[in-house]
């Protein structure tokens, strides 16, 4: 019974990091047929509005503390209204497979900063995490030195990364002691408000532009805001309650693959070799920089010996 609930969580993590691999060609799409930031908005106030139906149902509800509230407002500052924001002006901009790629370094770029903030020691094979994954970042860029230049897109691609990854260690604070989908609502209610002052500022029409898209446009947006981001991360909340946040992590790696995969389908874009190269390279970074492979080896030269049948 166990095995098959193991079994069965591990499939539904990984449904859900195919369903984020889609979800960048998505918005991708979104992008480009509505405003931008009012779009964004209203995408995260659905997700906010599904996870607060799951935790009424399952009555998870309770008040927070100040430090509970400040940590969870600052998670929301970066990893909603931050995040969402970059990420969606960035796909403006660039394609869906370089940005599933930009955003794979999120696992790493956590795990550096959790070495400044949260007291975590650098180490040499996660010192090598870091080499492979700006390796990784050389490759993407087309495998030479003489390419080597950052477009705007990239650079906002890359501070939608930096946001999240700086939010997860204000989520790790908060949920320390709160629920972590108390949190993950509070964030995307509260941070839905935010975007949508945000988009009034930069797109007073923007309202009026959100009902002139065809039929399957709506389809994709309710998508997008419902199925991948709202019911998508309590799924991944979940699991990290289940089988823990180190086994779920590392499922976070498919997401670059099924973005890349994604794009080629259905946005007809070239999936290159140096990009293949790159993801290879990333994947290994994240392993190594984690600490992943590091725990792994750890774990096994800990095992006991087997005994040797006596004669």
């Given at each position: 019974?166990?095995?098959?609930?193991?079994?069965?969580?591990?499939?539904?993590?990984?449904?859900?990091?195919?369903?984020?691999?889609?979800?960048?060609?998505?918005?991708?799409?979104?992008?480009?047929?509505?405003?931008?930031?009012?779009?964004?908005?209203?995408?995260?106030?659905?997700?906010?509005?599904?996870?607060?139906?799951?935790?009424?149902?399952?009555?998870?509800?309770?008040?927070?503390?100040?430090?509970?509230?400040?940590?969870?407002?600052?998670?929301?500052?970066?990893?909603?209204?931050?995040?969402?924001?970059?990420?969606?002006?960035?796909?403006?901009?660039?394609?869906?497979?370089?940005?599933?790629?930009?955003?794979?370094?999120?696992?790493?770029?956590?795990?550096?900063?959790?070495m400044f903030f949260l007291g975590e020691h650098?180490?040499?094979?996660?010192?090598?995490?870091?080499?492979?994954?700006?390796?990784?970042?050389?490759?993407?860029?087309?495998?030479?030195?003489?390419?080597?230049?950052?477009?705007?897109?990239?650079?906002?691609?890359?501070?939608?990364?930096?946001?999240?990854s700086i939010s997860f260690i204000f989520v790790?604070?908060?949920?320390?002691?709160?629920?972590?989908?108390?949190?993950?609502?509070?964030?995307?209610?509260?941070?839905?408000?935010?975007?949508?002052?945000?988009?009034?500022?930069?797109?007073?029409?923007?309202?009026?532009?959100?009902?002139?898209?065809?039929?399957?446009?709506?389809?994709?947006?309710?998508?997008?805001?419902?199925?991948?981001?709202?019911?998508?991360?309590?799924?991944?909340?979940?699991?990290?309650?289940?089988?823990?946040?180190?086994?779920?992590?590392?499922?976070?790696?498919?997401?670059?693959?099924?973005?890349?995969?994604?794009?080629?389908?259905?946005?007809?874009?070239?999936?290159?070799?140096?990009?293949?190269?790159?993801?290879?390279?990333?994947?290994?970074?994240?392993?190594?920089?984690?600490?992943?492979?590091?725990?792994?080896?750890?774990?096994?030269?800990?095992?006991?010996?087997?005994?040797?049948?006596?004669?």
């Amino acid at each position: 019974m166990h095995q098959k609930r193991l079994l069965l969580t591990y499939g539904l993590v990984f449904s859900v990091t195919a369903i984020w691999g889609l979800n960048i060609v998505l918005i991708k799409v979104l992008v480009e047929e509505l405003p931008v930031q009012t779009m964004t908005a209203f995408r995260i106030m659905l997700a906010g509005i599904t996870a607060l139906l799951v935790i009424i149902i399952g009555k998870s509800l309770r008040r927070l503390s100040k430090r509970e509230w400040v940590y969870t407002l600052l998670g929301m500052l970066f990893g909603v209204i931050l995040h969402h924001s970059f990420m969606a002006t960035g796909l403006t901009m660039i394609d869906a497979s370089s940005a599933s790629l930009i955003l794979a370094l999120v696992p790493l770029t956590t795990a550096i900063l959790g070495m400044f903030f949260l007291g975590e020691h650098l180490t040499k094979l996660r010192s090598m995490g870091f080499i492979l994954a700006l390796t990784g970042v050389f490759f993407i860029q087309g495998g030479s030195f003489s390419s080597m230049q950052f477009s705007l897109g990239e650079w906002i691609l890359f501070g939608a990364m930096l946001a999240q990854s700086i939010s997860f260690i204000f989520v790790k604070k908060a949920t320390a002691t709160l629920d972590s989908k108390q949190v993950t609502t509070i964030m995307y209610l509260a941070g839905s408000i935010g975007l949508l002052i945000v988009s009034l500022l930069a797109e007073p029409t923007g309202g009026s532009k959100m009902a002139s898209a065809p039929l399957f446009i709506y389809v994709l947006f309710f998508l997008s805001g419902i199925v991948a981001t709202g019911a998508g991360y309590m799924v991944f909340n979940a699991a990290i309650q289940q089988i823990g946040a180190g086994q779920t992590a590392l499922f976070n790696n498919f997401v670059p693959f099924f973005g890349l995969l994604f794009a080629a389908l259905f946005l007809n874009e070239t999936i290159t070799a140096d990009q293949l190269i790159g993801f290879l390279f990333i994947v290994a970074g994240v392993l190594f920089g984690t600490g992943y492979i590091e725990r792994q080896w750890i774990s096994t030269l800990m095992l006991p010996k087997k005994r040797r049948p006596e004669s």
